[in-house]
């Protein structure tokens, strides 16, 4: 019976295992897989970009195959589709609008989907209709029009908020909309024009605009003094008289033979001379001189009102006078008859006033204007005619001073030049550069003089795409005689670059034009140097020659030959292969790429190299190659030259004048002038032809190597003596020299310079 029971058991348990899934995948199981269950993860979840473009990724989990669709005309999304984990590059253009724009999404995988929301931020922007107001004198309100889609802030500077009031304020919404605010312009008190300012700016960045409002001046005409009284002996007297219109002066008819106005030399008159006669009545007489506005009736009236016969006048004996010239009055106290002579040699600027009156004790001088640069003097002699009698009168007259400047601006192109600003002075002066301009100007100091009528600036290439300009103020160090200098430099213009390489390769061989960053990121020196300037444009594109177009660094060939490789991108900056690619570089055509500031071509096999339109060049490294020449003449920003180990027989280096580093050894130089490179730190000329060297003017050279040259025992201690002083750091000396065996060391060991040697 037992028996019986356990095969009913057995039985039934292989019956109930036969019914069970044979394994066999259903078409139908949303698993798939074998069965697994389909699995779909994205991160993030979103994906938010600034309004002016930029890259971002995001990955994709996965156990199956996937797919990406919907995506934005303005957003590029790499790859679209693919297998597994993946992480998916995506690209949003710089975004012209002034809302935020967004679109989802859809990541498939089997029957699970996955929705992404992308979103671009608005463009934000503040646009005044205009920007520069002029109101008239009484006052006035504006309107001024803004379109913003942003919340901003009206700002006007505490210096002009006492003439200038904002009316209405309204914070702005979304969109680009269309506001009006009001300002109220009051009357100007004042006898000069002002300018204020408002700003209208963006509550959460540092965007902004500004208003310019100009206001026109209140016309006056002011005498400072309206009444003279004026002895019988008659004299000169200045008028001040303030004013800021066009005037006349008007003398009545019936007194002109007695009133006199002595006209000045300047274009506007200020102080107003006038030649009062001497009196020869016993009355007192008067005059009335009207100043007069041109264009309107705006008038003052001077009073001149002279003494009769009987004034009296103190002595004056010493006279220093302005540059400018001027009248003065004499009075001599005498009961005798006198002369009055003036020395032969002054003639010329002093000259007596002479009196309608018959006998007067009132010398009047006239002093013309010193318009030479040196200081000058005279005496006077008033001597009895019948003995020797006599007094002197001194007279100085000041230099004029002067700074004239022979050209006051300069436009500089983007890739910048030398100038040489003329300087007329016979004062001591200052020379001031404007904030920042100190990056981008450097003064060249080719006159050892103490003062030197010609200053030399080189302007290095401006690298960016703004508009940049500097002052240099001309300053007498005793006063506040000052001339300024104006420098406008054009902006580098954004263009598609392109350079051009022929190359020789072998199958299987791998060519690569461009070194990640890595490579410099590597390398500490490297990094500092080049960094800022080595980047893969973001519109990066190579035609490699074989039919292949991309935008990547490297590139495998799978046939030998030669092949023509085409690199295109906006504003190239840098350009660098080494030994990696040995001998594979036939050409190059750099003339096309006019932004570069980095140009590495080692190990390569060139023969010529044209670097004339690559003004903004400012490290080369052309080592191992087969040229012959180099013309740098163009290159005047180059601060790093290493063109060791090839076959260049001359270095011409008198227009790189802001050189630190040069390396030309291995070559075949004869001679080498660096008098013009006085900023070098850095020389390795060894191995050349060279017969004799002089740093003498190379005052910051720090590290020298001019071993295996035919130097003779002359010419070596000629160069000895050339050195600068060492330099030292904590107490050490930082001035390193490479030597041959043959060299006497005492001279550079004399100047503190360290020794080491090859031997």
């Not at 309004?51 to 797919?67: A, C, P, Q, R, V």
Request: net charge negative; proline share 3%.
């Amino acid at each position: 019976m037992r028996k019986l029971i356990f095969l009913f058991i057995l039985l039934s348990t292989l019956l109930a295992n036969c019914g069970k899934d044979s394994g066999t995948d259903d078409p139908n199981d949303p698993k798939g897989n074998g069965g697994e269950q389909t699995t779909l993860t994205i991160s993030p979840n979103e994906l938010t970009f600034k309004s002016e473009g930029e890259e971002k990724t995001f990955s994709i989990t996965s156990n199956s195959d996937w797919i990406i669709t919907n995506p934005s005309t303005w957003c590029k999304i790499n790859p679209t589709q693919g297998n597994g984990n993946s992480t998916i590059t995506a690209i949003a253009d710089p975004s012209e609008e002034y809302d935020d724009r967004n679109f989802n999404l859809t990541i498939k995988a089997g029957e699970t989907t996955k929705v992404m929301t992308v979103t671009q931020k608005k463009k934000d922007a503040i646009i005044l209709t205009k920007e520069k107001y002029d109101i008239p004198t009484e006052g006035d309100n504006i309107t001024v029009e803004v379109k913003s889609n942003i919340s901003y802030s009206t700002i006007i500077p505490e210096e002009h908020n006492e003439w200038i009031k904002q009316i209405e304020t309204k914070q702005l919404g979304r969109g680009l909309e269309t506001k009006n605010l009001n300002f109220e312009i009051s009357a100007n008190p004042t006898t000069d024009k002002r300018e204020g300012i408002i700003i209208i700016k963006d509550n959460s960045s540092s965007l902004a605009d500004t208003i310019h409002v100009y206001q026109a001046q209140k016309d006056e005409l002011i005498l400072t003094q309206d009444t003279y009284n004026v002895s019988s002996k008659g004299e000169n007297i200045n008028v001040e008289l303030r004013s800021n219109v066009d005037y006349e002066v008007i003398i009545p008819e019936d007194v002109k033979d007695w009133v006199n106005r002595i006209t000045s030399r300047s274009s506007r008159v200020d102080n107003l001379i006038f030649n009062i006669a001497a009196n020869p009545t016993y009355d007192n007489r008067s005059a009335k001189v009207i100043i007069k506005d041109k264009n309107s009736e705006l008038a003052d009236t001077l009073n001149i009102n002279q003494t009769q016969v009987n004034a009296i006048i103190l002595t004056q004996e010493k006279y220093e006078i302005p540059s400018e010239g001027q009248n003065i009055k004499i009075e001599v106290k005498s009961n005798i008859k006198y002369d009055i002579i003036i020395p032969d040699n002054a003639k010329e600027w002093i000259k007596q006033i002479q009196s309608r009156a018959l006998i007067t004790n009132i010398i009047n001088l006239s002093i013309s204007e010193n318009t030479s640069y040196e200081q000058r003097a005279a005496e006077i002699v008033v001597k009895d005619k019948n003995s020797n009698l006599s007094d002197t009168i001194r007279i100085t007259q000041k230099q004029n001073n002067i700074i004239i400047l022979t050209q006051k601006k300069y436009d500089i192109p983007a890739e910048g030049q030398q100038i040489s600003i003329e300087i007329k002075s016979n004062i001591e002066y200052d020379i001031l550069l404007s904030t920042d301009a100190e990056k981008w100007i450097e003064k060249i100091d080719l006159s050892r003089a103490l003062i030197t009528n010609t200053l030399n600036y080189n302007i290095l290439p401006n690298t960016t795409y703004n508009e940049r300009k500097a002052e240099i103020i001309i300053k007498d160090k005793g006063s506040d005689l000052s001339d300024t200098v104006k420098i406008i430099q054009n902006p580098m213009i954004p263009t598609m670059d392109e350079i051009i390489l022929t190359i020789k390769v072998n199958r299987n061989d791998i060519f690569s034009p461009f070194s990640s960053p890595e490579y410099f990121n590597d390398d500490k020196e490297k990094k500092e140097k080049y960094g800022a300037y080595h980047k893969i444009p973001q519109d990066w594109e190579v035609k490699w020659g074989d039919g292949q177009t991309t935008n990547s660094t490297t590139h495998q060939y799978k046939l030998e030959g030669i092949y023509q490789v085409i690199i295109k991108g906006t504003g190239i900056t840098s350009i660098w292969s080494d030994e990696k690619c040995k001998n594979m570089i036939e050409e190059i055509d750099v003339t096309k790429a006019p932004n570069l500031v980095i140009l590495g071509i080692l190990y390569q096999n060139l023969k010529t190299l044209d670097l004339s339109k690559n003004t903004a060049l400012r490290f080369l490294e052309c080592e191992y190659n087969e040229l012959s020449s180099l013309d740098l003449s163009k290159n005047i920003a180059l601060e790093s030259l290493q063109c060791m180990a090839n076959n260049i027989t001359s270095l011409d280096l008198s227009k790189n004048i802001v050189l630190t580093f040069l390396e030309c050894c291995g070559n075949k130089i004869t001679t080498l002038d660096l008098s013009k490179s006085s900023e070098l730190i850095y020389l390795d000329c060894g191995e050349n032809q060279l017969s004799s060297l002089d740093l003498s003017t190379n005052t910051e050279i720090v590290e020298l190597y001019c071993t295996d040259n035919p130097f003779t025992q002359e010419s070596v201690n000629n160069l000895l003596n050339s050195l600068p002083m060492g330099k030292y750091d904590n107490g050490k000396s930082i001035s390193t020299l490479w030597i041959d065996d043959k060299w006497d060391i005492s001279i550079a060991e004399e100047k503190g310079w360290k020794i080491n040697s090859y031997f």
